[in-house]
């Protein structure tokens, strides 16, 4: 019996025909496709998750700037602020995801998530359902798992390259990923995980990526933050009972061909959009002169 | 499919997987590659990594692997004052050409006696990179397989007399390519494995008298440099 997968329908169609949760179809297929052992692969996803855990405590404890000036500290500020808006768990996701995006351009360490650019959404919202609701690894595990499993589906049907298929294919699959990583967390069904991640996925089409000057700063810092929330909006309409009326391997698709779609320019060259506005390019210029 | 670990990862220090995890790697194989003590290093930039290098900590990340320093290592980010202490030169120059690549650089090593050593490699995206050229000669090290690179003289025989010692010893290859400057001129072979070569089966392969020099490596996370 194959636990293997392609595309999102497989593992929904694997999930509901074995009677088992969309975190274990990908566990067991990560045990079939690498031959490593259960033990393993949990403990291996267990130490990722612990770096997701340091990096947000990185990113909010070292109050430097940056090499470039541009960011850092914004997470404290932010922890230090009362939110007027906001839900705790919310605020808290939009806080860590930041933190953890500030830890990596400050050269901490990082798990890519599914890049470098979009590591923060996934352990922001993950950290903050995790304390909030005082989880424990088994949590954390499903979470890492669903997540993983729709980051494959898109890495593999779509693209997650800021340099193909832009901003969207970046921070919009991280935030996918941890839209159906946080229903998991909370115990939500299959359909509800898949719900989750096809009205978060609608939602980015068309983000385009254009760094200034061509660093994972500006707006890549507090983009994470913004779609760490945005992922929380889409697990709470599935959870609710929303369903997205495109399926979601079909959102997966359109975001692939939007992707391809984008001119050049707005795929992570910096040469288009923020990074060519007259502030973007004066701090480019300054960069270059440092 | 991928693994999920490809996914939910690479594990390294930040910000940018080409930039700052590949470089690193990309350091670290050129420290393996010259396997003597590195004095001094000039490191030539090309491209995007000649334009944001400081930006993204591509310069730490480069001198930290060429101090043994893995991608996730944070003792990156103070790669500048572990060089002061362990004695290691290093100067970058960033070059206007436009390299085979966007994201490229070039090694000039040199050890102990004016020992020189010139290498090229490119980062991928996602940490993933690609040495190409060793001493002038195109090669492709890739630092995920174990790889056999022979330098070799280009007639009759001399890839069937190294695989058949391959196989002999129950390795089984991978992938392979050969590559040559003319017809009967140099030649290099480049060979991927499933397995480790043992030793005896590489001294073996050096024995053959069309065979200039061999080269081994095996994955860069399992190989030991530091």
């Not at chain 1, 919310?90 to 830890?103: D, Q």
């Not at chain 1, 954390?140 to 669903?146: D, I, V, Y």
């Not at chain 2, 690193?24 to 396997?35: D, Q, T």
């Not at chain 2, 992938?175 to 480790?196: G, Q, Y």
């Amino acid at each position: 019996m194959s636990y293997l997968y392609e595309t999102l329908a497989d593992l929904m169609h694997l999930s509901e025909t074995h009677e088992l949760p969309v975190w274990e179809i990908v566990i067991r297929a990560e045990m079939e496709a690498t031959g490593e052992s259960r033990e393993a692969i949990e403990g291996e996803a267990l130490r990722r998750v612990q770096i997701f855990k340091d990096s947000v405590v990185n990113g909010i404890e070292d109050r430097k700037r940056t090499l470039s000036g541009m960011s850092g500290g914004q997470a404290h500020i932010l922890l230090e602020h009362t939110p007027r808006l906001l839900s705790p768990v919310a605020y808290k996701a939009l806080t860590y995801a930041i933190a953890v995006n500030e830890a990596n351009a400050k050269m901490f360490r990082v798990v890519a998530c599914p890049t470098a650019g979009s590591c923060g959404v996934m352990p922001g919202c993950m950290c903050a359902v995790g304390e909030e609701f005082e989880m424990d690894d088994a949590a954390f595990l499903r979470g890492f798992f669903t997540g993983a499993g729709i980051g494959n589906v898109i890495t593999n049907q779509a693209c997650v390259a800021g340099a193909v298929g832009g901003c969207q294919a970046e921070v919009g699959s991280a935030a996918a990923m941890a839209a159906g990583a946080i229903v998991a967390m909370l115990e939500g069904n299959t359909k509800q995980v898949m719900n989750a991640v096809a009205l978060c996925l609608k939602n980015v089409l068309g983000l385009v990526c254009d760094p200034v000057a061509g660093l994972v700063e500006v707006p890549c810092v507090k983009r994470n933050g913004v779609y760490a929330v945005h992922a929380f909006s889409a697990a709470e309409m599935a959870m609710a009972g929303l369903i997205s009326q495109i399926p979601v391997d079909e959102v997966i698709d359109a975001m692939n061909r939007i992707g391809r779609a984008l001119p050049s320019t707005l795929r992570e060259t910096s040469e288009g959009g923020l990074a060519t506005t007259e502030t973007g390019r004066r701090i480019a210029a300054q960069l270059r002169d440092m | 499919m991928s693994s999920v670990f490809e996914i939910i990862g690479p594990v390294m220090i930040g910000p940018s997987s080409s930039h700052t995890a590949g470089a690193a790697r990309l350091g670290k194989m050129a420290r393996y590659i010259f396997k003597e003590h590195i004095e001094r290093v000039d490191l030539t930039l090309f491209g995007s990594f000649a334009k944001t290098y400081k930006g993204h900590g591509t310069d730490r990340a480069l001198i930290g692997g060429l101090l043994g320093f893995d991608a996730e290592d944070e003792r990156i980010r103070d790669a500048f004052k572990a060089a002061a202490k362990g004695n290691l030169q290093y100067q970058f120059i960033e070059s206007a050409e436009e390299g085979g690549h966007p994201n490229e650089v070039r090694f000039d090593l040199y050890g102990k006696d004016d020992y020189h050593m010139t290498i090229v490699g490119r980062s991928l995206g996602g940490g993933r990179i690609l040495v190409t050229n060793v001493n002038s000669l195109d090669v492709e090290i890739s630092g995920e397989d174990y790889t056999i690179l022979t330098f070799h003289h280009d007639c009759p025989g001399v890839i069937a007399a190294v695989t058949s010692l391959l196989g002999r010893a129950a390795v089984n290859i991978s992938t392979m390519k050969v590559f040559r400057k003319r017809k009967h001129c140099e030649a290099v072979m480049l060979i991927n494995t499933d397995s480790p070569v043992e030793a005896c089966v590489m001294s073996e392969i050096q024995k053959n008298k069309d065979i200039s020099s061999v080269m081994y490596f095996e994955p860069l996370e399992k190989a030991v440099t530091e």
